[in-house]
């Protein structure tokens, strides 16, 4: 019986982030991923605000991404040995196996034991996705199987692997924003999807996640890390709209601000809050000097001592 191939898993960073390649775009061919990884920055901030959340995204979709590409991998990956090679010559996956499948395994059984009952064959699942069907088939035919032979996903058990998707999804975005609004972060990052993995996740498939995730994470943090060191002059950051990095730049610029601020301070004898308007500096000043007479005023009879002697 053929396994699927584990070619699909292609080497983190191959492409530069300024070459797509053959990859959907630029960011995805950074991380070295198969599936589209923008759409999954639109689906979870959509999660959250379903749930009346209003949360930043830094480098969250990236990771489920690749924990998506990982678990449709696994599952298809350990249930090849059940495939049955029909007259047709095509391997046929039966629902009913795949369930049972689910059940038996313990590492896929220990994340999914509660989901598989649950299933609604009338439900498309797909639809709750952000991944298209046709990306979802060229994934599976081409990385997963690697077009060693003819795999017919039926509509019922195709349904049910992104039923799998699905809850894994919601199981991860939900983890990590408790996760990070318990460390008060207004942000959920890539730490925080990483930490629910952890949670969720254990045996073969999380140690899969994991080697999989580390690397593009640590893409990540590197790209972010060059882009911090660049400062205002350096490339866009892999990460768009929501990246502090922007905000990071504007607040060392108010710093720069404020140091000026405090050297007009000292010539003053008073700190000014705002010094981006000269006008209000000479105020500032004036109003300095105004207060320094009658500290003079009152230090002047402390000199003689007479009132004391009064």
């Known amino acids: 019986m053929p396994k699927a191939s584990a070619k699909s898993e292609v080497k983190a960073g191959a492409k530069s982030v300024s070459d ?3 990859y959907a775009n630029k960011e995805t061919a950074f991380v070295g991923l198969e599936i589209n990884v923008k759409p999954f920055r639109k689906w979870i901030k959509e999660h959250y605000h379903n749930q009346s959340k209003s949360v930043g995204i830094i480098n969250a979709h990236y990771i489920m991404a690749c924990v998506d590409q990982i678990v449709m991998f696994s599952v298809l990956n350990s249930l090849s040995d059940t495939f049955k090679k029909t007259k047709s010559g095509i391997y ?3 629902l009913e196996k795949m369930k049972t499948h689910v059940k038996i395994t313990p590492y896929l059984n220990n994340t999914f034991y509660m989901c598989v009952d649950k299933f609604d064959e009338n439900l498309d699942y797909q639809k709750q996705l952000c991944i298209d069907r046709k990306s979802i088939q060229s994934y599976i035919t081409k990385y997963v199987f690697n077009d060693n032979f003819r795999v017919d996903m039926n ?3 195709m349904n049910f692997l992104m039923y799998l998707v699905v809850q894994s999804n ?3 975005a939900n983890t990590a924003l408790i996760m990070s609004e ?3 972060k207004s942000r959920v990052n890539s730490n925080a999807i990483i930490a629910a993995i952890k949670v969720h996740f254990s045996g073969k498939l999380l140690e899969d996640i994991l080697k999989k995730v580390d690397s593009v994470d640590t893409l990540l943090k590197n790209k972010d890390k060059q882009d911090s060191e660049k400062g205002d ?3 866009e950051a892999v990460e768009d709209d929501d990246d502090e990095k922007p905000k990071k730049s504007a607040k060392s610029k108010s710093k720069g601000k404020q140091s000026k601020s405090d050297v007009n301070s000292d010539e ?3 700190e000014s809050d705002d010094d981006s308007d000269s006008g209000e500096k000479e105020e500032s000043e004036a109003e300095s000097e105004e207060e320094e007479k009658p500290v003079k ?3 002047a009879p402390a000199k003689t001592g007479k009132t004391a002697k009064k």
């Open 182 to 184: 318990f460390a008060k």
């Open 268 to 270: 003053s004898g008073e």
């Open 20 to 22: 797509k390649g053959d």
């Open 297 to 299: 005023a009152k230090k």
């Open 155 to 157: 509509k019922d058990s």
């Open 92 to 94: 046929d996956i039966d």
């Open 233 to 235: 002059d350096g490339e």
């Open 170 to 172: 919601v199981m991860l």
